[in-house]
């Protein structure tokens, strides 16, 4: 059973449009939800950061955690051409360091 | 901003030889970790450490890796004799404590031969 599922895409969509990325999880215990974006030949960048259920929005990026359902998604709004990215969830079951899990990331363009 | 770095970008070792990667963590960081990333695979854990310590490791982590805070400021993973199926993106993270997320570095990419 996988711990962490993510739809790797590759999504495109035009300049300003709005972005819908998810991810959905097996394990009940994860209660922390980041969101990375990661560019080509370089390390995961952090953009969200979230714990338990909710809304978080920052920007143009909003995160959502439904924990009833094990799903959460990262919403980008009026998204850029430099937007354009693979974006990995990750989740971890507490806050004493432990690892992340994470999805395979989605591959996203945005066109101009 | 403070950032991880690692070093160096690209290794290429012969198949067998060991190899040592190098990460310099944020400076007030306290916990540490190596993941892994083959290509088009996701992100894997490997270890972290903490205190001077393993804190915990993943089955990808075997006798053949080790981890080694040498200094205040480095943080090592050496794999004592390479195979062909270690060739990957090796990221080291770091973060303050454990109610922050991890910060990564831009990764060494180890092609094996």
């Known amino acids: 059973q996988k711990e962490v599922e993510q739809d790797p895409g590759p999504l495109s969509v035009p300049e300003g449009a709005i972005v819908s990325l998810n991810c959905t999880y097996s394990?009940?215990?994860?209660?922390?939800f980041m969101w990375y974006r990661q560019y080509s030949r370089k390390g995961p960048e952090l953009l969200m950061y979230?714990?338990?259920?909710g809304n978080k929005e920052d920007g143009r990026f909003t995160a959502q955690v439904d924990k009833s359902s094990k799903y959460i998604s990262l919403f980008i709004r009026d998204s850029q051409p430099s937007d354009s990215a693979t974006y990995l969830c990750?989740?971890?079951?507490?806050?004493?360091?432990?690892?992340?899990?994470f999805g395979t990331g989605t591959s996203l363009t945005v066109i101009p | 901003e403070p950032e991880v770095t690692q070093t160096p970008s690209h290794q290429v070792t012969q198949m067998g030889q060991e190899v040592i990667l190098r990460c310099v963590p944020i400076?007030?960081?306290?916990?540490f970790y190596w993941y892994r990333q083959i290509l088009g695979q996701k992100v894997e854990f490997l270890v972290s450490?903490?205190?001077?310590?393993?804190?915990?490791k993943s089955e990808i982590f075997d006798d053949q890796f080790s981890v080694e805070r040498p200094d205040g400021s480095n943080f090592t993973l050496k794999i004592r004799s390479t195979k062909l199926e270690d060739s990957a993106m090796y990221f080291c993270?770091?973060?303050?404590?454990?109610?922050?997320?991890?910060?990564f570095g831009d990764g060494t990419r180890l092609s094996i031969l």
């Open positions: 993270a770091s973060t303050i404590d454990g109610n922050q997320p991890q910060h």
């Open positions: 394990n009940s215990a994860f209660q922390y």
């Open positions: 979230t714990y338990s259920s």
């Open positions: 990750a989740m971890s079951p507490s806050n004493t360091g432990n690892q992340f899990y």
């Open positions: 400076s007030n960081h306290l916990y």
């Open positions: 450490f903490y205190n001077n310590e393993i804190s915990e």
